[in-house]
């Protein structure tokens, strides 16, 4: 997930809630968004 802009990667968390994903693969990219000190959005 490094290799992703701050932008693709705020655009996978939405639309991996749009797609009801695993909620394991959100934490993932809510972990990656805490690193990168970007701010997750209230469901």
Same mark, same amino acid.
């Given at each position: 997930?490094?290799?992703?802009? @701050? #932008? &693709?990667? !705020?655009?996978?968390?939405?639309? /991996? @809630? #749009? &797609?009801? !994903?695993?909620?394991?693969?959100? /934490?993932?990219?809510?972990?990656?968004?805490?690193?990168?000190?970007?701010?997750?959005?209230?469901?």
């Amino acid at each position: 997930m490094e290799q992703l802009s @701050n #932008e &693709l990667l !705020l655009e996978s968390y939405h639309k /991996a @809630n #749009e &797609l009801n !994903l695993s909620p394991d693969f959100v /934490a993932l990219i809510e972990e990656e968004m805490c690193k990168r000190d970007l701010p997750i959005p209230v469901k």
